[in-house]
Nanobody, 124 residues
């Protein structure tokens, strides 16, 4: 199994940027699909992006496409999430999650391991 710890959240003005990190420990991280999800107050958790074990395949929710970029460095057991042109509607707790799979999932039920989340707040 793998343990995940997110960092990099904070308060930023609309139009600003943040970079989240998801650091992994435990099992061989390069075997895992990693996703980012978010949950805004009063809303269900939603898929935002994922990246394949190799880093070659990525997918984004339409709401963040062109603004957010997911990447990974398996040598450092870390996945990064660069968020640019942030909007107030991006305000949420952001979670990274991992699934030991060769397939690419957007459903949170497919992910076995979760971090504790990091708060991102975008002011208008």
């Amino acid at each position: 199994q793998v343990q995940l710890v997110e960092s990099g959240g904070g308060l930023v003005q609309a139009g600003g940027s943040l970079r989240l990190s998801c650091a992994a420990s435990g099992d061989t991280f390069s075997n895992y699909l990693v996703g980012w999800f978010r949950q805004a107050p009063g809303k269900e958790r939603e898929f935002v992006a994922h990246i394949s074990w190799s880093g070659r395949v990525t997918k984004y929710a339409d709401s963040v496409k062109g603004r957010f970029t997911i990447s990974r460095d398996n040598a450092k057991n870390t996945v990064y999430f660069q968020m640019n042109s942030l909007k107030p509607e991006d305000t949420a707790v952001y979670y990274c999650a991992a699934a030991k799979s060769d397939y690419y999932y957007t459903d949170e039920e497919r992910y076995d391991y979760w971090g504790q989340g990091t708060q991102v707040t975008v002011s208008s």
